[in-house]
């Protein structure tokens, strides 16, 4: 009898996880993977959402940040004897985090895993899922590569993964890392399914409690969807030629600039009759000084709720100030396609935002 070939995958339950796993389960019906879940009620939702596709899955209890990520001996040993490859997708991506925090889950949880992986003797791939912003404070163009070091870090989120990234490097395994940039949302339609920093971040210009934003209307802000990056990483975990490549699953060259985003998301809220009746202030495009002052003047008011604002905003918006462009030269070999231009899902995902009202609409149905 021939073993069927099986995959583990960390955060299935995640936006990104959860892509993989449908991808890979619809372009192989042989395939059936273990996903490692934290609790029923996720993997309840997560059975739901895959329909048919759930019968090929082995959800197994566990953490990231247990040793042998918390499994049952048994079921550890069924996964090390079957696993052909792991897709290490779990990580915590709040960005206001301390290093310590950061590092327990994203760092410590992928040093679990790579022991894991490798008791794993069928194991032909550990695919890492990274961030493009390890690059941290570097700008110009970003290669794919090990980079990130020399310039430092905007928050503990990139430095934690530029530390994971490190260690699968060095493990001696059969690895791939794959370097997603900022989700905006799940595919070109626009639809917003998880709300993250820069939903957040639009959110807050959107209702004009900032009145500047660092940066150069001619920098690159690279963003992309869930569906792109999910898909990549499916394809990339099970071909040969990724091994010991590390790849951006980023727009690249096809990313607008921040002055296009800005100027497309107050042509949106203009439509809003309810926005325009409160003369919300476009937010002035200001340089990193001029943007640091303001900072100060802020937190010097003694205004607690503006002061929380900023605060929110200074774990994520300083990388407007640093104008980079990821390369994408591996990526795109392998995968044979360019990624999505910006433009053909930033303006769905502005009409997506307001409609449902930064998703609470959504949640409220739910």
């Known amino acids: 009898m021939i073993m069927p070939r099986m995959v583990l995958v960390t955060g299935a339950t995640g936006l990104v996880g959860e892509g993989v796993l449908r991808r890979m389960l619809g ?3 042989a395939l059936e993977v273990f996903a490692l879940i934290r609790d029923d009620t996720s993997w309840a939702r997560l059975s739901r959402s ?7 899955v082995v959800p197994v ?7 042998g990520l918390g499994l049952e001996p048994l079921v550890r040993r069924r996964i090390e004897l079957q696993a052909a490859a792991i897709v290490h997708a779990a990580a915590d991506t709040t960005f206001s985090r301390t290093l310590e925090r950061a590092r327990a889950i994203n760092t410590a949880g992928t040093q679990n895993v790579i022991e894991l992986a490798a008791e794993c003797p069928r194991l032909d791939r550990l695919a890492f899922v990274s961030t493009a912003f390890v690059a941290g404070r570097a700008t110009g163009v970003v290669a794919e590569g090990d980079n990130g070091a020399p310039a430092g870090w905007v928050n503990a989120y ?3 993964k530029y530390e994971a990234e490190a260690l699968v490097r060095s493990s001696g395994l059969p690895w791939t890392i794959m370097r997603s940039s900022t989700i905006a949302c799940r595919d070109i339609d626009g639809e917003v399914t ?22 150069d209307r001619d920098n690159p802000l690279d963003v992309v969807t869930a569906t792109f990056v999910s898909d990549a990483i499916a394809r990339l975990t099970l071909d040969p030629r990724a091994v010991g490549r590390t790849v951006h699953l980023c727009a690249g060259r096809n990313a607008l600039t921040l002055g296009e985003l800005v100027d497309t998301a107050y042509d949106v809220w203009a439509t809003e009759t309810a926005w325009r009746k409160r003369r919300v202030e476009r937010a002035m495009i200001t340089d990193p000084e ?21 605060t929110s905003l200074s774990y994520f918006i300083p990388q407007l100030a640093l104008p980079k462009v990821f390369e994408t030269t591996a990526a795109e070999e392998l995968l044979g396609i360019e990624p999505p231009c910006s433009r053909e899902f930033w ?5 997506h935002l307001q409609a449902t009202n930064w998703g609470h609409s959504t949640e409220k149905a739910a």
């Open 50 to 56: 895959l329909g048919a596709l759930a019968q090929r």
């Open 194 to 215: 998880q709300i993250n920093a820069v939903h957040r971040a639009l959110r807050i210009y959107h209702r004009g409690l900032a009145a500047m934003m660092p940066g």
């Open 290 to 310: 001029t943007y640091r002052l303001f900072e100060i003047a802020v937190h010097q008011t003694g205004d607690p709720r503006l002061r929380a604002i900023l």
């Open 61 to 67: 209890r566990g953490d990231i940040t247990l040793p």
């Open 27 to 29: 372009d192989d019906p």
């Open 158 to 160: 990139e430095q934690s």
């Open 347 to 351: 303006l769905p995902m502005l009409m």
